[in-house]
């Protein structure tokens, strides 16, 4: 029966006063009258066992994790689904009855946002980064079917780390090369990730890469979604490749949370409309 209780959800992180999900999330609530609040946290890292057993106390559906909690988080939750398992960071908690399980939807989020623009299978893709959206992304572009991925970080020890990880996890041989100035993709790249947070809140920051040896219509993806268009994406467009912005994996990731707290797939383009209004208030100057 209808009552004055609704169900809770919501994201802990730091830097919660430019986490813009909530926006999207309510939309959705709203647009499939699900009876239910999302609550942007703020939460230190010295806090983060604190908030979880809260979250846990209070009754939450689940919540999302975002930076900088998405790998410490794994010793408060009760397990991992094999996604956050095989990543090694955790984005979306979820409650089965009495546990909370934590899961990993960024990859997710960004294979359905790239298959807007093209299929997966056989990409030979560059991957600037291996932090853990970079992880979240090189698993499901592998499952996905990719031909080959090309892991390019500054320390070239944590590009093998990723690339040893796909191996074990997936029996599958990532290439990495290190990153001591300007990356240049080598021709035949069919897309090219910036899973860096190079360019967050700095619409003039490049991610130093040449685009220049693209072909047209490579695809340019950037995970970065505040500005909504980075300087890659500029250049992308520039050059003749095609710039895939940070919303789309943001609004798919959190589709994806979405269906896992509540059963139910949520109508993404409710949630991109919402996402793009309140993102553009957010920028346009007082």
């Known amino acids: 029966m209808p009552g004055f209780r609704p169900e809770l959800v919501g994201s802990l992180s730091e830097g919660a006063q ?22 942007n946290v703020e939460v230190a890292a010295t806090d983060l066992a604190a908030a979880v057993a809260g979250a846990r106390a209070m009754g939450f559906v689940g919540c999302n994790v975002s930076m900088p909690h998405k790998v410490s988080v794994i010793a408060h939750v ?10 090694g ?33 056989g990409a030979r893709v560059v991957l600037l980064g291996s932090g853990g959206a970079a992880r979240a992304i090189a698993v499901e572009l592998v499952r996905a079917g990719a031909a080959s ?4 970080n500054r320390t070239p020890a944590r590009g093998q780390k990723l690339a040893a990880a796909l191996y074990e996890h997936l029996g599958f041989a990532a290439m990495v090369e290190p990153w001591p100035g300007v990356h ?7 897309v090219v990730v910036n899973a860096t947070s190079v360019g967050l809140f700095a619409p003039h920051a490049m991610v130093p890469v040449d ?53 139910i797939e949520p109508d993404t383009a409710v949630m991109r409309t919402a996402l793009e209004s309140a993102m553009q208030a957010y920028q346009s100057p007082a």
């Open 78 to 87: 009760d397990g991992l689904a094999p996604s956050a398992a095989a990543i």
């Open 184 to 190: 240049r993709p080598a021709p035949g790249t069919d």
């Open 211 to 263: 685009l220049a040896s693209l072909a047209p219509g490579a695809v340019v993806a950037d995970v970065v979604y505040n500005p909504v268009v980075t300087r890659l994406l500029r250049e992308a467009a520039r050059v003749g490749a095609r710039p895939l912005d940070g919303l789309g994996m943001l609004v798919h990731q959190g589709a994806a949370a979405v269906q896992r707290w509540f059963g």
């Open 18 to 39: 430019g986490n813009p999900t909530g926006v999207m999330m309510e939309a959705a609530f709203a647009h499939h009258r699900i009876d239910a609040r999302y609550v």
């Open 89 to 121: 960071a955790v984005n979306c908690v979820i409650r089965r009855g009495g546990e909370l399980v934590g899961e990993n939807t960024d990859g997710i989020g960004f294979l359905r946002s790239l298959q807007s623009v093209r299929d997966p299978k």
């Open 149 to 152: 991925i090309t892991v390019v």
